[in-house]
Protein backbone atom coordinates (compact mmCIF):
# COMPACT_ATOMS: atom_id res chain seq x y z
CA UNK A 1 0.00 0.00 0.00
CA UNK A 2 2.49 2.45 1.06
CA UNK A 3 4.05 2.08 -2.25
CA UNK A 4 1.08 2.29 -4.42
CA UNK A 5 0.66 5.66 -2.24
CA UNK A 6 4.17 6.55 -3.68
CA UNK A 7 3.07 6.23 -7.29
CA UNK A 8 0.25 7.97 -7.53
CA UNK A 9 2.54 11.54 -7.50
CA UNK A 10 4.29 9.82 -10.23
CA UNK A 11 1.68 9.36 -12.22
CA UNK A 12 0.22 13.24 -11.84
CA UNK A 13 3.85 14.95 -12.04
CA UNK A 14 3.86 12.87 -15.28
CA UNK A 15 0.42 14.27 -16.89
CA UNK A 16 2.06 18.02 -15.71
CA UNK A 17 4.08 18.68 -18.37
CA UNK A 18 2.13 17.94 -20.85
CA UNK A 19 -0.82 19.62 -19.39
CA UNK A 20 0.91 23.18 -19.02
CA UNK A 21 2.03 22.41 -22.43
CA UNK A 22 -2.01 22.26 -23.70
CA UNK A 23 -3.14 24.62 -21.53
CA UNK A 24 -0.34 27.43 -23.42
CA UNK A 25 0.03 30.89 -21.97
CA UNK A 26 3.26 32.35 -20.74
CA UNK A 27 5.81 31.54 -17.71
CA UNK A 28 3.48 33.91 -15.56
CA UNK A 29 0.20 32.91 -16.46
CA UNK A 30 0.89 29.17 -15.96
CA UNK A 31 2.68 29.88 -12.78
CA UNK A 32 -0.10 32.21 -11.12
CA UNK A 33 -2.67 29.75 -12.48
CA UNK A 34 -0.73 26.62 -11.13
CA UNK A 35 -0.64 28.57 -8.28
CA UNK A 36 -4.42 28.74 -7.69
CA UNK A 37 -5.21 25.15 -8.76
CA UNK A 38 -2.80 23.87 -6.15
CA UNK A 39 -4.16 25.96 -3.44
CA UNK A 40 -8.07 25.31 -4.23
CA UNK A 41 -6.91 21.72 -3.66
CA UNK A 42 -5.09 22.27 -0.58
CA UNK A 43 -7.64 24.25 0.75
CA UNK A 44 -10.63 21.21 -0.17
CA UNK A 45 -7.78 18.82 2.03
CA UNK A 46 -7.79 21.05 4.62
CA UNK A 47 -11.61 21.51 4.92
CA UNK A 48 -12.05 17.72 4.88
CA UNK A 49 -9.29 16.72 7.62
CA UNK A 50 -9.06 20.28 9.30
CA UNK A 51 -5.08 19.87 10.36
CA UNK A 52 -4.58 22.19 13.51
CA UNK A 53 -0.98 23.56 13.12
CA UNK A 54 1.00 25.90 15.01
CA UNK A 55 1.47 29.51 14.20
CA UNK A 56 5.22 29.19 14.38
CA UNK A 57 5.06 26.27 11.74
CA UNK A 58 2.40 27.79 9.38
CA UNK A 59 4.77 30.96 9.43
CA UNK A 60 7.69 28.65 8.29
CA UNK A 61 5.49 26.15 5.88
CA UNK A 62 5.02 29.43 3.95
CA UNK A 63 7.72 31.45 3.84
CA UNK A 64 9.74 28.49 2.47
CA UNK A 65 7.40 28.15 -0.17
CA UNK A 66 7.10 31.54 -1.28
CA UNK A 67 10.65 30.89 -2.38
CA UNK A 68 11.08 27.10 -2.51
CA UNK A 69 7.60 26.34 -4.40
CA UNK A 70 7.59 29.02 -6.95
CA UNK A 71 11.40 27.96 -7.50
CA UNK A 72 10.70 24.81 -7.81
CA UNK A 73 8.02 24.89 -10.69
CA UNK A 74 10.11 28.14 -12.60
CA UNK A 75 11.90 25.05 -14.50
CA UNK A 76 8.81 23.59 -15.66
CA UNK A 77 7.09 26.72 -17.24
CA UNK A 78 10.52 28.62 -18.72
CA UNK A 79 12.52 25.25 -19.88
CA UNK A 80 9.26 23.44 -21.46
CA UNK A 81 9.40 26.64 -23.59
CA UNK A 82 12.79 26.49 -25.04
CA UNK A 83 13.41 22.53 -25.00
CA UNK A 84 10.75 19.43 -25.36
CA UNK A 85 9.11 18.01 -22.75
CA UNK A 86 10.27 14.84 -24.21
CA UNK A 87 14.46 16.17 -23.31
CA UNK A 88 13.30 18.00 -20.27
CA UNK A 89 11.96 15.06 -17.81
CA UNK A 90 15.14 12.93 -18.12
CA UNK A 91 17.48 15.56 -17.26
CA UNK A 92 15.40 17.18 -14.21
CA UNK A 93 14.95 13.41 -13.13
CA UNK A 94 18.12 13.37 -12.94
CA UNK A 95 18.80 16.45 -11.25
CA UNK A 96 16.63 15.84 -8.94
CA UNK A 97 17.49 12.19 -7.97
CA UNK A 98 21.27 13.04 -7.34
CA UNK A 99 20.15 16.17 -4.41
CA UNK A 100 17.11 14.35 -2.73
CA UNK A 101 19.12 10.74 -2.73
CA UNK A 102 21.60 12.12 -1.18
CA UNK A 103 20.32 14.45 1.26
CA UNK A 104 17.88 11.64 2.21
CA UNK A 105 20.51 9.05 2.53
CA UNK A 106 23.25 11.06 4.19
CA UNK A 107 21.59 14.29 5.71
CA UNK A 108 18.91 12.44 6.92
CA UNK A 109 20.63 9.14 7.59
CA UNK A 110 18.25 7.19 5.50
CA UNK A 111 21.13 4.74 4.58
CA UNK A 112 22.57 2.97 7.26
CA UNK A 113 26.01 1.01 6.88
CA UNK A 114 28.40 0.10 4.38
CA UNK A 115 25.95 -2.19 2.19
CA UNK A 116 23.25 0.26 2.06
CA UNK A 117 25.42 3.58 1.17
CA UNK A 118 26.63 1.01 -2.13
CA UNK A 119 23.63 -0.15 -2.81
CA UNK A 120 21.81 3.47 -2.94
CA UNK A 121 24.82 4.59 -5.34
CA UNK A 122 24.90 1.94 -7.29
CA UNK A 123 21.23 2.17 -7.52
CA UNK A 124 21.71 6.17 -8.57
CA UNK A 125 24.26 5.07 -11.24
CA UNK A 126 21.91 2.99 -12.62
CA UNK A 127 19.33 5.65 -12.78
CA UNK A 128 21.56 8.08 -14.17
CA UNK A 129 22.55 6.07 -16.86
CA UNK A 130 19.09 5.28 -17.74
CA UNK A 131 18.19 8.98 -17.95
CA UNK A 132 21.14 9.55 -20.02
CA UNK A 133 20.29 6.52 -22.92
CA UNK A 134 16.49 7.88 -22.54
CA UNK A 135 17.72 11.40 -23.54
CA UNK A 136 20.28 10.77 -25.86
CA UNK A 137 22.34 13.17 -23.74
CA UNK A 138 25.31 13.74 -25.62
CA UNK A 139 22.70 14.75 -28.46
CA UNK A 140 22.02 17.87 -26.38
CA UNK A 141 22.29 21.26 -28.53
CA UNK A 142 24.25 23.94 -27.86
CA UNK A 143 21.76 27.06 -27.96
CA UNK A 144 19.94 24.21 -25.38
CA UNK A 145 22.82 24.83 -22.62
CA UNK A 146 21.83 27.71 -21.12
CA UNK A 147 18.33 26.11 -20.46
CA UNK A 148 19.79 23.31 -19.07
CA UNK A 149 21.93 25.74 -16.33
CA UNK A 150 18.72 27.08 -15.54
CA UNK A 151 17.08 23.56 -15.65
CA UNK A 152 20.09 22.78 -12.94
CA UNK A 153 19.94 25.70 -10.94
CA UNK A 154 16.54 25.89 -9.94
CA UNK A 155 16.33 21.95 -9.37
CA UNK A 156 16.93 22.92 -5.95
CA UNK A 157 13.69 24.19 -5.09
CA UNK A 158 12.80 20.58 -5.49
CA UNK A 159 15.55 19.57 -3.32
CA UNK A 160 13.76 22.23 -0.34
CA UNK A 161 10.59 21.33 -1.48
CA UNK A 162 11.25 17.54 -0.60
CA UNK A 163 14.10 18.27 2.23
CA UNK A 164 12.32 20.99 4.51
CA UNK A 165 9.61 19.19 5.66
CA UNK A 166 11.91 17.36 7.80
CA UNK A 167 13.11 20.53 9.73
CA UNK A 168 9.08 20.59 10.51
CA UNK A 169 6.79 19.83 12.78
CA UNK A 170 3.92 20.20 10.99
CA UNK A 171 4.52 16.50 8.76
CA UNK A 172 2.77 15.26 6.07
CA UNK A 173 -0.66 16.85 4.92
CA UNK A 174 -0.56 18.90 8.17
CA UNK A 175 1.93 21.57 6.46
CA UNK A 176 0.06 21.44 2.80
CA UNK A 177 -2.15 24.39 2.90
CA UNK A 178 0.44 26.90 4.15
CA UNK A 179 2.60 25.86 1.82
CA UNK A 180 -0.69 26.36 -0.95
CA UNK A 181 -0.61 29.75 0.60
CA UNK A 182 3.19 30.76 0.19
CA UNK A 183 3.58 29.63 -3.02
CA UNK A 184 0.50 31.77 -3.82
CA UNK A 185 1.78 34.67 -2.58
CA UNK A 186 5.13 34.29 -3.89
CA UNK A 187 3.41 33.46 -7.67
CA UNK A 188 0.98 36.76 -7.03
CA UNK A 189 3.60 38.85 -6.61
CA UNK A 190 5.79 37.47 -9.91
CA UNK A 191 2.52 37.66 -11.73
CA UNK A 192 1.39 41.14 -10.84
CA UNK A 193 5.12 42.45 -11.35
CA UNK A 194 5.86 40.62 -14.96
CA UNK A 195 2.74 40.16 -16.30
CA UNK A 196 1.40 43.46 -15.91
CA UNK A 197 -2.49 42.25 -16.37
CA UNK A 198 -5.51 42.02 -14.25
CA UNK A 199 -6.10 38.27 -12.36
CA UNK A 200 -9.56 38.11 -13.51
CA UNK A 201 -8.89 38.67 -16.93
CA UNK A 202 -6.59 36.34 -18.45
CA UNK A 203 -8.49 33.26 -20.02
CA UNK A 204 -5.37 31.33 -20.36
CA UNK A 205 -3.82 31.89 -16.58
CA UNK A 206 -7.45 30.96 -15.93
CA UNK A 207 -6.94 27.98 -18.22
CA UNK A 208 -3.90 26.44 -16.20
CA UNK A 209 -5.83 25.86 -13.08
CA UNK A 210 -6.39 22.48 -14.29
CA UNK A 211 -2.72 22.45 -14.41
CA UNK A 212 -2.72 23.10 -10.58
CA UNK A 213 -5.05 20.96 -9.26
CA UNK A 214 -3.15 18.25 -10.85
CA UNK A 215 0.04 19.59 -9.12
CA UNK A 216 -1.90 19.49 -5.94
CA UNK A 217 -2.84 15.95 -6.18
CA UNK A 218 0.97 14.85 -6.87
CA UNK A 219 1.99 17.47 -4.16
CA UNK A 220 -0.75 16.14 -1.25
CA UNK A 221 0.07 12.43 -1.70
CA UNK A 222 4.06 13.29 -1.96
CA UNK A 223 3.99 14.63 1.36
CA UNK A 224 1.87 11.51 2.84
CA UNK A 225 4.34 9.08 0.87
CA UNK A 226 7.51 11.51 2.49
CA UNK A 227 6.33 9.89 6.03
CA UNK A 228 5.76 6.53 4.80
CA UNK A 229 8.43 5.76 2.59
CA UNK A 230 10.78 8.10 3.74
CA UNK A 231 12.74 10.59 1.74
CA UNK A 232 14.95 8.35 -0.60
CA UNK A 233 12.35 5.79 -1.32
CA UNK A 234 9.24 8.56 -1.62
CA UNK A 235 10.99 10.51 -4.63
CA UNK A 236 12.25 7.51 -6.35
CA UNK A 237 8.92 6.21 -6.56
CA UNK A 238 8.10 10.04 -8.08
CA UNK A 239 11.14 9.89 -10.46
CA UNK A 240 8.93 7.34 -12.63
CA UNK A 241 7.21 10.28 -14.02
CA UNK A 242 9.74 10.79 -16.19
CA UNK A 243 8.47 7.24 -18.03
CA UNK A 244 5.01 9.18 -18.11
CA UNK A 245 5.99 12.32 -19.08
CA UNK A 246 8.21 11.17 -21.73
CA UNK A 247 5.43 8.38 -23.36
CA UNK A 248 3.11 10.82 -23.45
CA UNK A 249 5.26 13.62 -25.16
CA UNK A 250 6.43 10.95 -28.01
CA UNK A 251 3.16 9.15 -28.47
CA UNK A 252 1.28 12.86 -28.12
CA UNK A 253 3.43 15.57 -28.36
CA UNK A 254 5.42 13.61 -31.25
CA UNK A 255 8.37 15.29 -30.20
CA UNK A 256 10.78 12.44 -31.11
CA UNK A 257 11.25 10.43 -34.66
CA UNK A 258 10.65 6.84 -34.04
CA UNK A 259 14.54 5.83 -34.77
CA UNK A 260 14.91 7.16 -31.39
CA UNK A 261 12.19 6.10 -29.16
CA UNK A 262 13.67 2.49 -28.95
CA UNK A 263 16.30 3.94 -27.41
CA UNK A 264 14.24 5.84 -24.89
CA UNK A 265 12.52 2.57 -23.75
CA UNK A 266 15.94 1.28 -23.17
CA UNK A 267 16.90 3.95 -21.54
CA UNK A 268 13.60 3.75 -19.57
CA UNK A 269 13.13 0.22 -18.47
CA UNK A 270 16.84 0.74 -16.94
CA UNK A 271 15.67 3.37 -14.96
CA UNK A 272 12.71 1.77 -13.90
CA UNK A 273 15.09 -0.60 -12.63
CA UNK A 274 17.16 1.66 -10.42
CA UNK A 275 14.36 3.12 -8.96
CA UNK A 276 12.77 -0.31 -7.50
CA UNK A 277 16.53 -1.37 -6.81
CA UNK A 278 16.76 2.03 -4.21
CA UNK A 279 13.23 1.15 -2.94
CA UNK A 280 14.48 -2.14 -1.67
CA UNK A 281 17.22 -1.18 0.30
Known amino acids: ?104 GWLFKEWSGVLDNLLGLGALIIILLGVFIANGFVKIQHKDLVAYFILFLTTVGYWGYSGFPHYCSAGGLMGFFPQAMGMMIGSSVIYLIGHKKAIGDDRLGIRNISSGILFGGAASTYLVSLGLNGLVNAFALTQLNVVIATMTAMLILKEKPKKQIMSTLIGLIILILGVFMMVKI
Open 1 to 104: MNILIGLIPALCWGLYPICLTKMGGSYFQQLFGTSVGILIFASFVQLIFKYSISTTDFFYCTLSQEYVGVLARRDKFGVLKKVSVSAVMPITTAFQTIGNSLIG
